[in-house]
C-alpha cells in the first residue's frame, strides 16, 4: 500500500545547481530522489514546493512523493538524514491527504535576501554585499509598492513556459542590523530570478541611482530593461512555503 509523503527540508545550496534535477549536475532532487530510492527500492520521484536556483539556500523547502508505507515516519527521516549529504537535513517527515502535491497546492511561500553592509570572508555565501552604500529607508519606501496583485514581466527572467506573469505579493518587511540587512517577502508565487532582480533594483534605489517612483514606475512598465540588474543567488532564502 502506498501513502504520500510531505518532508520539510533545508539545504546549503553552495554546491548545488538547483533544485531540479538536471543531467550531470548535482541538484537537490537528484540527491534526495536517489537516497528516497535506496530507502523504499525503487524510483521515488519528488515533486519540491519552489524550484530554487543555482546557489540559493532554503530553510524551508517542502517536498511531496508517493512510496510504500513500509517504514514508521520517525524511520523515514532519521534514514534520510543518516543517508543524505550534510548540505541537506531533512526537517520533518509527515503523512500528507492522497492528492498532496507540494508545488500546485502551495499558496504562499516567504523569501529572505541577506545583504551585507560590508564585505565578508565568513559567511560571504550567504549574503551579498553590494559594494556600496545604501539607504535601507529608501529601498524600504520603494518597496511598498510591491504589495498587491501585480504583473512581474519588469522584475523576473522570461520562461518560454510561463504564459502569465501575474501574482500576489501579501508582505515586505525589512531587518537592519549592525552588519545585515534582511528583506523578507511573501507571495503567492514567485517567477523566474524575481527576488534577485526585485534586490538588484532596490540597491539601485539605496545607492541613490533611482527614486522611489522611479522603482514603482519600472514595476508599472513591465520592462525588465528599465529594471536593475540580476542580485547574485547566495544571499536568497526559501524560508517556508504555506499551505
Request: glycine fraction near 8%.
Amino acid at each position: 500500500m502506498n501513502r504520500t509523503y510531505k518532508l520539510v527540508l533545508e539545504y546549503d545550496g553552495s554546491d548545488f545547481h538547483g533544485w531540479q534535477r538536471q543531467p550531470g549536475d548535482r541538484t537537490v532532487q537528484a540527491e534526495l530522489e536517489a537516497v528516497l530510492g535506496r530507502l523504499f527500492g525503487g524510483p521515488v520521484p519528488v515533486i519540491g514546493a519552489g524550484r530554487t536556483d543555482t546557489g540559493v539556500h532554503a530553510l524551508g523547502q517542502v517536498a511531496s512523493f508517493r512510496a510504500e508505507d513500509k517504514h514508521p515516519l520517525e524511520t523515514v527521516q532519521r534514514a534520510l538524514n543518516a543517508m543524505l549529504p550534510a548540505d541537506i537535513r531533512v526537517r520533518s517527515v509527515e503523512t500528507a491527504e492522497d492528492g498532496f502535491n507540494a508545488r500546485r497546492r502551495a499558496s504562499r511561500r516567504v523569501y529572505r535576501y541577506v545583504l551585507s553592509r560590508a564585505p565578508l570572508a565568513v559567511g560571504r555565501q550567504y549574503a551579498w554585499h553590494p559594494r556600496c552604500r545604501f539607504d535601507v529607508d529608501a529601498m524600504a519606501a520603494a518597496s511598498e509598492c510591491l504589495k498587491g496583485l501585480h504583473r512581474w514581466t519588469a522584475f523576473c527572467k522570461r520562461d518560454p513556459e510561463e504564459d502569465r506573469y501575474e501574482s500576489e505579493v501579501h508582505s515586505v518587511r525589512w531587518e537592519a542590523e549592525a552588519d545585515t540587512v534582511r528583506f523578507e517577502i511573501t507571495a503567492v508565487r514567485f517567477f523566474h530570478h524575481m527576488v534577485r532582480i526585485l534586490i538588484g533594483t532596490l540597491v539601485e534605489v539605496g545607492k541613490g541611482a533611482m527614486t522611489p517612483a522611479d522603482f514603482r514606475a519600472v514595476l508599472e512598465s513591465g520592462d525588465r530593461e528599465k529594471a536593475g540588474p540580476t542580485a547574485p543567488p547566495n544571499g536568497l532564502f526559501l524560508v517556508r512555503v504555506e499551505y
